[in-house]
């Protein structure tokens, strides 16, 4: 009778126990939690798509599938920071634990739809060129130096591959403005200034055509 | 003599004939819309504004009534019926007559949940994994492309339709319905205030 009752006590403790990890689960914001995390996923994955493919909105949002987890953690870090300014982003940052901010580019680093596509085709030759050749008339390096001949990127170097058209085009066009802000010498996104600088408008559509339909 | 009269009515079928094509909208029953979205398409009661909202999503709209995609009460009620015989032509022109007409504000929003609205707007509830409204539907919620205008609708209008997501109606409208199960009733209702100012 005694051992019965021990059990049952026993079993009320770890049930109680159970119920309150759950509660605090469910409060737990930050997303380190599974049901946490799974939440902050699908909030990720309604603005940059259910497969991380990117969203064509006001503001096109960027693709994720498939980008490097270290440059994912290093754009977090700089929307924080204040290196980058995005105000939208800074307010989705700054909520971010570390655990679920790494868990969550592994996710996406898994990811590979089909890119979105839609860069004006006619670009596409002269991206190409710029992509694996650069332009040494105007000190431009060639793209594929970095981010690799398939534009998958390495570390903190982004892979390009399926990108966005508007995206990129946007990022190039205003490199200084956004990226590598406060000068600050960590901040390895000031590598783009000068080649950002010596591209035409022209030239930088033609790469962000080419890149958008890359696999 | 009766000749002479005839010529001026034959001069008046022939100006009218090649009078139409040159204003396309006249070969559009844009009447059969206004009845209920008001004369100027400003929008009266449960008819929503419609003057100045982004073409594409005029169009994408009436062909969603047409298909049933879009089936919530007023839907079912009015634009079922209403869509039921468009032509795909037809819908492009009410499309783009409408998406011409100028907009003003319905401003009838709860004016002390403006600024709640609007921060909600902006920057989202990050928190509470609520997204930003602004990265789709612009600064000045103009819309973009197939992506509505928001700014200056009816309350009433803008604080159903958020609600009626909830409620599983037009589920096919991603990513709406996983964005708006985020919203809480005071969210919803300040959103709505402050959209309704936006001019």
């Known amino acids: ?215 | 003599m009766k000749r002479i009269t005839s010529k001026p009515a034959v001069l008046a079928i022939i100006m009218a004939c090649v009078a139409s094509p040159l204003s396309a909208q006249e070969s559009l029953p844009i009447r059969n819309c206004t009845w209920c979205h008001g004369s100027s398409a400003q929008g009266y009661t449960s008819a929503p504004r419609i003057a100045g909202q982004t073409h594409r999503y005029i169009e994408n709209s009436l062909l969603s009534f047409k298909s049933h995609a879009r089936d919530n009460p007023a839907s079912k009620q009015y634009m079922w019926g209403a869509a039921a015989n468009l032509s795909g032509e037809t819908a492009r022109g009410f499309a783009v007559y409408f998406s011409e007409l100028p907009a003003s504000p319905a401003n009838d929003g709860d004016e002390a949940l403006a600024s709640e609205g609007k921060s909600i707007y902006v920057e989202g509830r990050p928190a509470s994994n609520v997204v930003s409204c602004i990265v789709c539907h612009g600064p000045n919620a103009e819309g973009f492309e197939g992506i509505p205008r928001l700014g200056g609708m009816g309350h009433d209008y803008l604080k159903r339709r958020l609600e009626q997501w909830n409620e599983g109606y037009h589920a096919a409208a991603e990513p709406m319905p996983r964005i708006a199960k985020r919203l809480s009733a005071n969210e919803i209702e300040a959103l709505a205030s402050y959209l309704s100012f936006v001019r």
């Not at chain 1, 498939?66 to 953690?73: D, H, N, T």
């Not at chain 1, 290093?74 to 989705?92: S, T």
């Not at chain 1, 130096?145 to 995206?167: D, N, S, T, V, W």
Request: charged share 20%; proline share 7%; hydrophobic share 40%.
């Open chain 1, 1 to 215: 009778m005694k051992i019965v009752g021990l059990r049952l006590a026993t079993t009320a403790v770890f049930a109680l126990a159970f119920a309150l990890a759950v509660k605090a689960a469910d409060r737990d914001e930050g997303g380190d939690s599974a049901h946490g995390f799974q939440a902050k996923l699908e909030y990720c994955k309604t603005c940059h798509g259910l497969s991380g493919e990117g969203y064509r909105g006001y503001f096109p949002m960027p693709r994720l599938a498939g980008q490097q987890p270290k440059y994912i953690e290093n754009q977090l870090r700089a929307f924080i920071e204040r290196r980058r300014v995005n105000p939208v982003m800074f307010n989705v940052a700054h909520v971010l634990s570390p655990a679920t901010l790494a868990a969550l580019s592994e996710h996406f680093r898994n990811l590979n739809p089909e890119p979105i596509g839609g860069g004006p085709r006619d670009h596409i030759a002269l991206g190409k060129t710029i992509f694996e050749q650069g332009l040494p008339e105007s000190n431009v390096p060639a793209c594929s130096a970095c981010h690799g001949p398939e534009a998958k990127g390495h570390e903190e170097i982004p892979r390009l591959a399926g990108q966005l058209f508007p995206y990129t085009l946007k990022a190039l066009s205003y490199w200084g403005k956004e990226r590598g802000v406060g000068g600050s010498r960590d901040d390895t996104s000031a590598i783009m200034v000068p080649t950002t600088h010596n591209l035409t408008h022209e030239q930088m559509s033609a790469i962000a055509a080419y890149l958008s339909y890359m696999k």
